[in-house]
């Protein structure tokens, strides 16, 4: 065989994969697939075994083929590539498409499904369950016409979503600050100003010229002591895109917005779902609107006092009333005076070799695997490791690669993903691999690569991710691992894991200074940890502010009186805001995670996984953070299970119980503040 790409036998050829083999490979597999679904679908008497498990033997053959492809575009990016990668996006969007609607295939699980006197287990009852749900939230089932309307509406939502985004896109280059007086650049740091500086000369003009990029943003709101130039990022940066600002009404997202939502609802009454909101909730853990609501104000009642007792203390602080822009300076400084805790201080405690056998001790005392490295498997750069992981009796469970600096041509941020999905079918059998991704700092000449305590924690959490997708034991592709995984519960392992990284004994292993090799301080360790809860109400707050928001827009749009973002916007702020707001802010205007991107009525999931893993790992603090049968129990219930049963189930026969959110208050000290009776506005409410 010359293409790597079709290459199924052993682990991926990446030296020898070429951009000139992506399309043929990805064209050759989808219609080797095609060909073989077509005949799936004329069988007469459908079973398990004749549909269901060619089905996902086919899942996991294009699966097997792109998952390279896609990695080495997010990580050795070329023109070539991303060319060849991008000529495939239709072709595999366009099979999705034809296998979610086909009708045959539909009726085949169904009758599969209501089958008389065949024995399904659970987890195959499970795997049509999902594929049946997944047939009808396609459109398979709706009349001609109204099939015909959802594909159109389907087709135009995404192309509102991106034109959302150019708008921010453009509106975001399209202003920068002009500074002539050094004065207002004070407290910025030196790469900042030089930066502008440079920016200035090529533009022909004297002094310093500031962008409103996100890291330039962030760094302006944080140390610069010009109250000033803060307002001024702050406005542009909160009015992106809106009939507000600098660029008013130039790029404004308002009518956008109001046609994203209105074929949101289109979509989900052609299904029959009330609104948007509940049609999302089909897919997720969750199961009503009123459970999220719940959910949210719960959280609301019980962090707010918290929040105002933590933004009265910062007033006091500073002694002044504090405006929108001023709050995240002079948090920054209270956290610094408080803690004396700098990231940049602890990197020479966390060289990553240390890390990572801390990391792999943790898990091994944990779920008793056995974590080594092997060598001389071929990789796409000569920096990535690869490693076994094996349970205690030395049977193999799956392996995965670590790519873990940063280099040019490298998407940023962290990630992991499926390299090979486990299975276990007629066809064969294959054992998991994961593809953990990270962008640190690459060592120097003399020394390794050290991580901050940010960094840490990104490493546990994405290892958490690896351990759901390598420790899995079920069989089918398309529920092992992390593949259908509620989404508002896949962070589970991942929120869990990052704990570790905050546990006084693990912070004893995993650090070691890279001269000395002595493990960070005791003092330091402790104040290192105390930094965890600093101001956990007041992002408690505004996280839940941007949920509630997301939720409720998506729940009570109607074709009549439209979206109201704003009018909703404002009472949402109204219950939960604890900073003031300008009247001005137009924060939804460039709210791309639920206007653009995939959290639409979903933001309440970075809570909602929150809460599920603070409280399993409560378990874990009240019989030891260790306890060898806690985590057979977390492991049995949880991380082994993958799609195979419903979330909530697993959750329950891990703790005996449903999810508590106070593991998660407690977790961030937010139970531990006496509640006072302060309200920045001086309304004064009872706690
Ligand atoms: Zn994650």
């Not at 679904?37 to 053959?61: N, Q, S």
């Not at 941020?413 to 593809?435: F, H, N, Q, T």
Request: charged share 25%; glycine share 6%; with cysteine.
């Amino acid at each position: 065989m010359d293409n790597p790409l079709l290459d199924r036998d052993a682990l991926p050829q990446f030296m020898r994969i070429r951009p000139e083999h992506v399309e043929p490979a990805v064209r050759e597999q989808l219609s080797e697939n095609r060909a073989r679904i077509g005949e799936l679908a004329t069988l007469t008497a459908p079973t398990f075994a004749t549909v269901v498990e060619p089905l996902e033997e086919l899942h996991h053959r294009i699966a097997r083929t792109w998952s390279p492809v896609s990695h080495l575009n997010a990580v050795v990016n070329s023109e070539a590539l991303r060319a060849g990668y991008n000529a495939c996006l239709p072709l595999l969007s366009a099979y999705q498409t034809d296998l979610a609607q086909s009708e045959p295939l539909y009726r085949a699980y169904h009758t599969i499904a209501e089958q008389e006197g065949v024995e399904l287990g659970p987890v195959q009852r499970r795997l049509i369950e999902h594929a049946v749900r997944d047939f009808r939230l396609a459109g398979v089932g709706l009349p001609p016409e109204r099939k015909e309307r959802f594909k159109t509406a389907m087709l135009e939502l995404a192309q509102l979503q991106a034109k959302f985004e150019e708008n921010v896109l453009d509106a975001t280059n399209a202003w920068s600050r002009h500074v002539t007086d050094a004065d207002e650049l004070r407290g910025l740091n030196e790469m900042l100003i030089e930066q502008a500086r440079r920016r200035a000369a090529e533009q022909d003009v004297a002094g310093w010229v500031l962008r409103l990029d996100q890291p330039t943003y962030v760094a302006v709101v944080t140390d610069a002591e010009s109250a000033a130039l803060r307002r001024a990022f702050y406005e542009a940066w909160s009015t992106r895109a809106s009939d507000r600002g600098p660029s008013a009404g130039r790029w404004d997202n308002t009518a956008v917005m109001e046609e994203i939502l209105k074929r949101r609802h289109e979509v989900a009454r052609l299904l029959d779902f009330p609104n948007y909101a509940q049609y999302a909730l089909a897919t997720r853990m969750a199961h009503s609107v009123d459970q999220v609501l719940g959910f949210l104000h719960e959280l609301a009642a019980a962090a707010r006092a918290a929040a105002q007792a933590e933004f009265a203390e910062l007033e006091a602080f500073a002694a002044r009333k504090l405006e929108a822009w001023d709050v995240g300076f002079y948090a920054e400084r209270l956290q610094r005076e408080r803690f004396r805790v700098s990231q940049e201080e602890l990197r020479p405690y966390f060289p990553l070799p240390r890390v990572l056998e801390g990391l792999f001790e943790v898990a091994e005392r944990l779920f008793g695997v056995r974590i080594r490295e092997r060598a001389g498997v071929p990789v796409w750069h000569p920096d990535v490791r690869f490693f076994e992981i094996a349970a205690a009796s030395g049977e193999p469970l799956g392996s995965f690669y670590l790519d873990a600096y940063a280099r040019p041509n490298k998407r940023s941020g962290a990630w992991m993903d499926e390299c090979i999905g486990r299975k276990r079918l007629a066809a064969g059998s294959a054992l998991p691999v994961a593809y953990l991704v990270c962008n640190f700092l690459p060592p120097g000449a003399e020394r390794p690569a050290l991580l901050t305590h940010d960094d840490v924690v990104t490493l546990f959490h994405e290892f958490g991710h690896g351990l759901h997708h390598l420790l899995t034991r079920v069989d089918y592709p398309s529920i092992a691992g992390i593949n259908g995984v509620a989404w508002d519960a896949v962070e589970l392992p991942s929120q869990f894991l990052e704990n570790y990284a905050w546990d006084a004994q693990v912070l004893q292993r995993i650090s070691g200074h890279f001269a000395t090799a002595a493990p960070l301080p005791p003092d330091q360790q402790q104040r290192l940890i105390a930094t965890r809860s600093f101001h956990a109400g007041l992002s408690m707050m505004r996280q839940l502010e941007f949920a509630l928001f997301d939720f409720r827009i998506h729940t009570e749009y109607t074709p009549e009186r439209g979206g109201r973002i704003l009018e909703i916007l404002r009472e949402v702020r109204h219950e939960v805001a604890v900073v003031p707001v300008p009247e001005w802010n137009r924060f939804p205007n460039s709210f791309g995670h639920i206007f653009a991107g995939g959290y639409a009525a979903g933001y309440y999931s970075y809570k909602w996984a929150e809460v599920l893993a603070a409280d399993a790992f409560a378990a874990f603090e009240e019989a030891g953070v260790f306890d060898r049968s806690t985590a057979q129990r977390f492991l049995d219930a949880i991380l082994s299970r993958g799609g195979s049963r419903d979330a909530l189930e697993a959750f329950i026969e891990f703790r005996g119980r449903r999810p508590d959110v106070r593991a998660l208050l407690k977790q961030h000290g937010i139970e531990r503040v006496a509640p006072k009776q302060y309200d920045a506005d001086g309304a004064g409410e009872p706690a």
